[in-house]
């Protein structure tokens, strides 16, 4: 099933999960005991990850210098397949513009529908420095927006070559909104009008960037919709769970902490997990109470926080 018509079949708010497939050799074992652990919750659908790849130069003894191109996170499309056909769960794949050409996004898309995939959702990634990308040539999306419209127009038929009578997919294409504006963005204006091109262009509903100041969250929501955009707007959550968070989150997502927050956590690092799951919860049910048509954790490598916080929320979730 579609992720849009889980929300528009909802009769409450639905618990929704995003992980990452594993480095490079690691074993798969770990990322489907993680998956095991989520099943009691019903999840809807689990969100995977993708991964540019990255390239590094090697200077070899002759002088010579060697450019080596690999993924440290290959297998987002296989985990996928294993999430559909070994949990019976709706799996979402993430498609990047980075490090991907238009050709292999196209190739991606094949492969999904092939396996029965129709969800995915499509974001720019960002630029580590090291990923590999298309930009000369002129074959890359450039936005996510780009993105969104190739698969939309994968939808109707059209491919990036002319294919006669060509099978349409049928994709639903979730997208990425960010309540304290895209760090590249001026403004949160103008970030919500580019997030209003990404719906316009074909986005089906849109998830957001972790954030731990719902008042952010909200005056996001109420800016979109003043902005005529009406699609599912789900708030993206992560558990706070060691103090590192709070210099390793801002600096790779762009976000902020409350004062109060980073304060309790500091005076108490020892009791980080508690602080992080109590403020989570907290957090959680202010958003229910809002109306949000679900939750999206961000589990990423270890369930168990998440899970712990779902376990306190207010019955009426889909978790319930």
Same mark, same amino acid.
């Given at each position: 099933?579609? =992720?849009?018509? /889980?929300? %528009?079949?909802?009769?409450?708010?639905? &618990?929704?999960?995003?992980?990452?497939?594993?480095? #490079?050799? !690691?074993?798969?074992?770990?990322?489907?005991?993680?998956?095991?652990?989520?099943?009691?919750?019903?999840?809807?659908?689990?969100?995977?990850?993708?991964?540019?790849?990255?390239?590094?130069?090697?200077?070899?003894?002759?002088?010579? =210098?060697?450019? /080596?191109? %690999?993924?440290?996170?290959?297998?987002? &499309?296989?985990?996928?397949?294993?999430?559909?056909? #070994?949990? !019976?769960?709706?799996?979402?794949?993430?498609?990047?513009?980075?490090?991907?050409?238009?050709?292999?996004?196209?190739?991606?898309?094949?492969?999904?529908?092939?396996?029965?995939?129709?969800?995915?959702?499509?974001?720019?990634?960002?630029?580590?420095?090291?990923?590999?990308?298309?930009?000369?040539?002129?074959?890359?999306?450039?936005?996510?927006?780009?993105?969104?419209?190739?698969?939309?127009?994968?939808?109707?038929?059209?491919?990036?070559?002319?294919?006669?009578?060509?099978?349409?997919?049928?994709?639903?294409?979730?997208?990425?909104?960010?309540?304290?504006?895209?760090?590249?963005?001026?403004?949160?204006?103008?970030?919500?009008?580019?997030?209003?091109?990404?719906?316009?262009?074909?986005?089906?509903?849109?998830?957001?960037?972790?954030?731990?100041?719902?008042?952010?969250?909200?005056?996001?929501?109420?800016?979109?919709?003043?902005?005529?955009?009406?699609?599912?707007?789900?708030?993206?959550?992560?558990?706070?769970?060691?103090?590192?968070?709070?210099?390793?989150?801002?600096?790779?997502?762009?976000?902020?902490?409350?004062?109060?927050?980073?304060?309790?956590?500091?005076?108490?690092?020892?009791?980080?997990?508690?602080?992080?799951?109590?403020?989570?919860?907290?957090?959680?049910?202010?958003?229910?109470?809002?109306?949000?048509?679900?939750?999206?954790?961000?589990?990423?490598?270890?369930?168990?926080?998440?899970?712990?916080?779902?376990?306190?929320?207010?019955?009426?979730?889909?978790?319930?």
């Amino acid at each position: 099933m579609k =992720v849009i018509e /889980h929300y %528009k079949q909802a009769t409450e708010p639905l &618990i929704s999960f995003e992980i990452i497939p594993p480095k #490079r050799g !690691g074993s798969v074992k770990n990322v489907f005991d993680s998956i095991e652990k989520l099943m009691p919750v019903n999840p809807p659908f689990i969100d995977v990850t993708y991964h540019a790849a990255e390239a590094s130069i090697e200077e070899l003894p002759d002088g010579t =210098v060697k450019r /080596h191109i %690999k993924r440290k996170r290959p297998g987002t &499309i296989g985990l996928c397949a294993a999430i559909l056909h #070994r949990f !019976g769960v709706d799996p979402v794949p993430h498609l990047i513009c980075e490090g991907f050409s238009k050709e292999e996004s196209e190739d991606a898309l094949i492969e999904l529908n092939y396996l029965g995939i129709d969800n995915v959702l499509a974001i720019r990634g960002d630029d580590s420095g090291t990923s590999v990308n298309f930009r000369k040539n002129g074959t890359v999306n450039k936005y996510a927006s780009d993105l969104v419209r190739q698969i939309k127009n994968m939808n109707q038929g059209i491919y990036l070559e002319d294919i006669a009578n060509a099978d349409p997919t049928d994709f639903c294409i979730g997208v990425a909104g960010y309540p304290e504006k895209h760090f590249e963005a001026p403004n949160i204006e103008w970030d919500i009008q580019r997030l209003k091109d990404k719906v316009e262009a074909g986005g089906d509903y849109i998830v957001s960037q972790m954030f731990y100041d719902n008042q952010a969250f909200f005056s996001f929501v109420e800016k979109c919709r003043a902005a005529g955009i009406t699609v599912p707007i789900v708030p993206g959550i992560k558990v706070i769970t060691t103090e590192r968070h709070l210099t390793t989150l801002p600096k790779y997502f762009h976000l902020s902490f409350p004062d109060a927050l980073s304060t309790e956590i500091i005076s108490n690092p020892e009791k980080t997990k508690e602080i992080g799951i109590e403020w989570c919860i907290r957090q959680c049910t202010e958003l229910l109470e809002y109306g949000v048509p679900g939750i999206h954790f961000y589990v990423m490598g270890d369930p168990q926080p998440a899970l712990d916080v779902i376990d306190k929320l207010p019955a009426g979730t889909s978790a319930k």
